[in-house]
Nanobody, 116 residues
Framework: QVQLVESGGGLVQPGGSLRLSCAASGFTFSRYSMNWYRQAPGKERELVAA????????TYADSVKGRFTISRDNAKNTVYLQMNSLKPEDTAVYICNVRVRGLDSWGQGTQVTVSS
């Protein structure tokens, strides 16, 4: 049974930083790409960043390029999202995702609020 548990969200001032973590279990972690999505109130869920199983390739939404960094530690079955230079428009619930054998699994999400 795939389980994804996010942590690290919180309230931060504009220009600040946060690091999110997603601990995974129930599948062979290193074999699968991992994704971070976000969903703001009244908006559609948006793919923020993705990383391949080996960590050798990453992709980012244009809105976060140069500010966010996705990484993973396959020994710890954990994927991270380092968020720098945060803006109020980054406020959202950040959700970890993996597709295993054609089925999407989602974490419960962690709230990130950027406000002064």
């Amino acid at each position: 049974q795939v389980q994804l548990v996010e942590s690290g969200g919180g309230l931060v001032q504009p220009g600040g930083s946060l690091r999110l973590s997603c601990a995974a279990s129930g599948f062979t972690f290193s074999r699968y790409s991992m994704n971070w999505y976000r969903q703001a109130p009244g908006k559609e869920r948006e793919l923020v960043a993705a990383i391949t199983g080996t960590g050798g390739s990453t992709t980012y939404a244009d809105s976060v390029k140069g500010r966010f960094t996705i990484s993973r530690d396959n020994a710890k079955n954990t994927v991270y999202l380092q968020m720098n230079s945060l803006k109020p428009e980054d406020t959202a619930v950040y959700i970890c995702n993996v597709r295993v054998r054609g089925l999407d699994s989602w974490g419960q999400g962690t709230q990130v609020t950027v406000s002064s």
